[in-house]
């Protein structure tokens, strides 16, 4: 069987059924990832275990169609879907996916989220700020202010997402810089670097042409106990969204992919019938 290309395969290659995972994983980030909760779930989910391959960056609306690129080798592989998983911004792309499988194949699939969270400006700026956090020890107070004050201004002046994307994807450059000269890291690295930022952006602007609302009333939903991630950060925004089940764990946004309570509740649930 040959290697897909954009899915990563996480675990039981051989399996005789699918589980998609939906997630932007780089390298350094603090959370969980999927890797983690495809340990915790062994041989007791007798699926293959696919996880997305963050896409090559690009301008968002001209862009071809990521989550079709990612349904051709799925079709091409022949084996049904049993879920699909998705992790915060990754829950957009996830229900996008479910929907267009249950349209191709006899029975829809499970799907099932972790912190789901809608793309807009707003998390393409939150975002920008974690990474910068990520880059404070390696750069002085002055550098980390100035960049934080440029992505301010971006945030106020630009109301679509590629503008800001594109001015944010700028600031990005002109901070990263001499952190990058401090490590001493070559122009090729830097680029490499330069590049999953870029992808980041890029796979944050297509998410926000998606409308996701449909797909999760028919989802279950697993929400952290972090008060501004997933659900609980829509409702404290002042939106109530509509799941299909919602279940509130007492763990944090960020050991949510790894805790072993949720990984027995992920198999608990595709134990059961949680298809449409």
């Excluded at 191709?104 to 789901?116: G, H, N, Y």
Aim: hydrophobic fraction near 40%; charged fraction near 25%; aromatic fraction near 6%.
């Amino acid at each position: 069987m040959t290697d897909p290309q954009t899915w990563r395969v996480l675990g039981n290659a051989d399996a005789h059924e699918l589980v998609l995972a939906v997630d932007f994983d780089a390298t350094g980030r603090a959370e969980g990832r999927f890797t983690d909760l495809a340990s915790g779930l062994g041989d007791l989910l007798p699926c293959s275990i696919w996880e997305t391959i963050p896409q090559e960056a690009g301008t968002g609306a001209d862009d071809a169609d990521p989550v079709e690129r990612w349904l051709e080798e799925v079709a091409a592989d022949g084996r049904p879907v049993r879920a699909v998983f998705g992790f915060c911004v990754g829950g957009v792309y996830a229900g996008a996916i479910a929907q267009r499988l249950a349209a191709r194949q006899e029975q829809a699939p499970a799907l099932v989220l972790f912190d789901p969270e809608q793309s807009g400006p707003l998390t393409l700026y939150s975002q920008f700020h974690k990474v910068l956090d990520s880059m404070s020890a390696l750069l002085s107070a002055e550098e980390t202010a100035q960049a934080a004050d440029e992505a301010r201004r971006a945030h106020e002046q630009h109301t679509t997402m590629a503008a800001l994307g594109a001015e944010l994807l700028d600031v990005y450059r002109r901070t990263a810089k001499p952190a990058f000269d401090r490590l001493e890291l070559d122009d090729k690295r830097t680029e490499e670097i330069t590049a999953v930022f870029a992808s980041f952006v890029g796979y944050l602007i297509a998410a926000a042409d998606i409308d996701p609302l449909p797909a999760w009333r028919e989802a279950v939903v697993v929400t952290s106990s972090s008060p501004t991630s997933g659900l609980n950060g829509s409702r404290a925004a002042g939106q109530d969204i509509a799941v299909g089940r919602e279940l509130r764990v007492d763990v944090p946004h960020v050991d949510l992919l790894r805790d072993p309570g949720v990984t027995r509740t992920v198999t608990e649930l595709l134990g059961t019938d949680t298809r449409a």
